[in-house]
């Protein structure tokens, strides 16, 4: 059974200190790990797609990165806008339905 | 353009009453799922359907759940005789196509069950 465990699973930050989020994912095969935002009252936001180990994708203050055995979203100065809860998923291959952890609330304060 | 939209955004029912929930997903895109998530909780999948294929109903937990879609465009989730254990904020995304990773959702319906 596909498995997704985030931590930590909340996180406060000041303005402009730097930190990064974890996703330890157990597959079978993975086909993509994926990154989302999402604000209170609203559905996901799609961040990052990442594929293979060594992956690192960026968005703005935001880095994702990829091993075998986990993901990290980086959070360079992160600002109050960043406040949020980040999702991570995960697709085995051959399967379209993808397995959510639980999220990391993140709040920055100004 | 227009993203995905689901109705009502807030329900209120009583236990034992049957509940619809809508979904309007993104017009061309072909693939669309429903997750429910629990306060606290992660995404628990319940349904996809892409195309005119036959749809995954893998992930419904009893069979008070049902799913409908017509051709490629609005969905339907059904709940019959709901009970308090399924208050919860049902959230349907649609993607391009099945293959396609990146899902775009709606705002979700809250769901109380009282």
């Known amino acids: 059974e596909d498995q997704v465990t985030q931590s930590p699973e909340a996180l406060r930050l000041q303005e402009g200190e730097s930190s990064s989020l974890n996703c330890s994912y157990t597959?079978?095969?993975?086909?993509?790990l994926f990154w989302y935002r999402q604000d209170p009252g609203k559905g996901p936001e799609f961040l990052f797609t990442l594929y293979s180990a060594g992956e690192e994708k960026e968005k703005e203050r935001l880095k994702a990165t990829l091993t075998k055995k986990e993901s990290f979203l980086h959070i360079t100065a992160p600002k109050p806008e960043d406040s949020a809860t980040y999702l991570c998923?995960?697709?085995?291959?051959?399967?379209?339905?993808?397995?959510f952890g639980r999220g990391t609330s993140l709040i920055v304060h100004p | 353009g227009a993203g995905v939209s689901q109705s009502p955004s807030n329900k209120v029912t009583e236990k034992g009453k049957d509940v619809e929930l809508r979904c309007d997903p993104i017009s061309g895109h072909t693939a669309l799922y429903w997750y429910r998530q629990r306060l606290g909780q992660g995404l628990e999948f319940l349904i996809y359907?892409?195309?005119?294929?036959?749809?995954?109903k893998s992930g419904l937990p009893s069979d008070r759940f049902s799913a409908e879609r017509t051709g490629e465009s609005v969905s339907t989730l059904t709940i019959q005789r709901t009970q308090q254990e399924d208050s919860a904020v049902y959230l349907c995304a649609s993607s391009p196509d099945i293959i396609s990773y990146e899902q775009y959702f709606g705002p979700g319906t809250r769901l109380t069950v009282t």
């Open positions: 998923a995960v697709q085995a291959g051959g399967s379209y339905i993808p397995t």
């Open positions: 597959v079978s095969g993975l086909r993509g």
């Open positions: 359907f892409q195309g005119n294929s036959a749809p995954d």
